[in-house]
């Protein structure tokens, strides 16, 4: 990663019930890789990942908190809600429970997040009951329409995107489509470069190019 550099610093979150696959989003993104059984979040966990946006011709580093999803740790992950420009919001597609509380999530957001803060509903798991999933205890039936979940977006002001983990089909995606929508805004004066969650970071000249490696840490 020597001599690599960016040129803006985005804060992200990652809300949602325990079990729809946070860290498994979060893993994929930074390592390229799935977490078959991964430990519950306690508190909270950290990644980080450069990522390129061609068209704006940005190389953007995002730093990713990922909140655990049990009502006891609520007070903890809410502190970090504060200052994040981005926010995944996850559900499973095979539990409707999961996208019922995901209101609640959203509201826990609104309420101690930046108020422009941009968030992207996420469905996971979508390998799980898709068409060529493999018979078995591990397949299950989709619970959440597509077309409920997109429409909900809509009318809460959402980005919307279907991901798996598993595959790592639209991870990068949600992330590259929430860091669009926060450049845009960055562009249209919403977002200013001294917010908490927005930074502005070194100069870089224009034919920059990206290490494809990640970084990661994590904490509780």
Same mark, same amino acid.
């Given at each position: 990663? +020597?001599? @690599?550099?960016?040129?803006? @610093? $985005?804060?992200?979150? &990652?809300?949602?019930? +325990? ?7 979060? @893993?994929? /993104?930074?390592? %390229?890789?799935?977490?078959? #059984?991964?430990?519950?979040?306690l ?6 990942? $450069?990522?390129? &946006?061609?068209?704006? #011709? ?9 909140t655990a ?15 994040? *420009?981005?926010? $995944?919001?996850?559900?499973d ?6 996208? !019922? #509380?995901?209101?609640?999530? /959203?509201?826990?957001? =609104?309420?101690h ?6 968030c992207? /509903?996420?469905?996971n798991? &979508? ?6 999933a ?7 039936? =989709?619970? @959440? ?5 997109e429409?909900w977006a ?16 639209? !991870?990068? *995606? ?8 926060? /450049? ?20 870089? #000249?224009?034919?920059l ?6 970084? %990661?840490?994590r904490?509780?």
């Amino acid at each position: 990663m +020597a001599g @690599v550099v960016w040129h803006y @610093v $985005l804060k992200f979150i &990652i809300t949602g019930d +325990a079990a729809v696959g946070k860290s498994s989003l979060l @893993v994929r /993104l930074t390592d %390229q890789r799935f977490l078959m #059984n991964p430990d519950p979040t306690l508190g909270v966990e950290f990644g980080s990942k $450069l990522i390129t &946006i061609p068209e704006e #011709n940005k190389v953007v580093k995002l730093q990713c908190w990922d909140t655990a999803g049990t009502e006891s740790f609520r007070s903890i992950t809410r502190s970090y809600y504060r200052g994040a *420009a981005g926010c $995944l919001l996850v559900y499973d597609v095979t539990s409707r429970q999961s996208f !019922v #509380n995901a209101r609640s999530w /959203l509201a826990d957001v =609104r309420e101690h997040a930046d108020p422009h803060l941009t968030c992207i /509903l996420v469905g996971n798991k &979508i390998d799980l009951c898709a068409e060529d999933a493999p018979s078995g205890p591990g397949r299950r039936s =989709r619970e @959440v329409p597509t077309e409920e979940a997109e429409l909900w977006a809509k009318e809460e002001g959402l980005l919307f995107v279907e991901a798996s983990a598993k595959s790592g089909q639209n !991870v990068e *995606a949600a992330f590259e489509q929430a860091t669009r929508d926060i /450049l845009d805004k960055i562009k249209r004066g919403v977002f200013d470069d001294d917010r908490p969650g927005v930074k502005l970071s070194r100069p870089s #000249n224009t034919d920059l190019t990206l290490d494809s490696d990640a970084t %990661q840490s994590r904490c509780c």
